[in-house]
């Protein structure tokens, strides 16, 4: 397994839960008042101030009567930090080498081939590939920001598009058109995933009464054209 898998297999699974733990350990973003009074042991919440950051993680109630209540100790939130730092490199390292990452350029022949039962193939995992992964993008990013609020938004969209990336250049490196090289794989999944995260983005926002499920269709659809367009483009050259 090459380093840059190792940090991001490792990276982007401590980033998700490195933002579960800063969010369970600050106040609750919908009542934080009451949230600070409850964990005080206060009847009321009237009159309490809360402060509170990401980064570095950090969480105080002022009562507003001279008592402040610390949620995270200064011990946890230079542990936090110090995590959280690590953490962050490790990923941008892994994004790093995995976007340099050197691609053989020996082309695939279509030798031997049947190209119309291969694009078949590619078309129909497209739409799948299509309506799951948007599906899975959408999902993946409301468990993120539920139970890690922003931060667990960006590990949440950065899983999405390394995992979506993958499987959409293993997608096409299997049944995508030929002649190919492993680059040219990789630069036709890196743009489906993209129309991916267009399509997601779409679900993201509240399209009442129109339901979710039409969001998926869309992406299926528009990924099912750009695979025909691809194969369109690779015929005529």
């Not at 973003?29 to 009451?34: I, K, T």
């Not at 022949?109 to 959408?138: I, K, Y």
């Not at 490196?173 to 002649?179: A, Y």
């Amino acid at each position: 397994m090459r380093t840059r898998n190792w940090l991001l297999a490792l990276g982007l699974p401590a980033s998700m839960a490195w933002s579960v733990v800063v969010t369970a350990a600050l106040p609750d973003w919908l009542s934080p008042a009451e949230d600070c009074a409850l964990t005080a042991g206060r009847a009321s919440s009237a009159g309490v101030t809360v402060h509170d950051s990401w980064f570095p993680p950090r969480a105080t109630c002022d009562f507003g009567d001279g008592q402040v209540h610390e949620l995270i100790s200064t011990t946890q939130s230079a542990v936090l930090t110090v995590l959280g730092v690590l953490i962050a490199l490790a990923v941008l390292a892994g994004l790093a080498l995995w976007v340099k990452s050197p691609q053989d350029e020996t082309p695939r022949t279509a030798e031997n081939v049947d190209l119309r039962q291969r694009r078949r193939a590619h078309l129909t995992s497209g739409l799948v590939v299509g309506a799951l992964g948007t599906g899975a993008l959408l999902t993946l990013v409301v468990v993120g920001f539920v139970f890690g609020g922003p931060p667990g938004v960006v590990s949440a969209v950065l899983i999405g598009i390394v995992g979506l990336t993958a499987a959409t250049t293993a997608l096409d490196r299997s049944v995508g058109p030929l002649p190919s090289t492993r680059k040219q794989s990789r630069r036709r999944g890196a743009t489906l995933t993209a129309l991916i995260l267009v399509c997601a983005s779409i679900g993201a926002v509240p399209r009442f009464p129109v339901p979710q499920f039409g969001v998926l269709v869309l992406a299926a659809a528009l990924f099912g054209a750009t695979v025909l367009i691809q194969w369109s483009i690779k015929t005529e050259a």
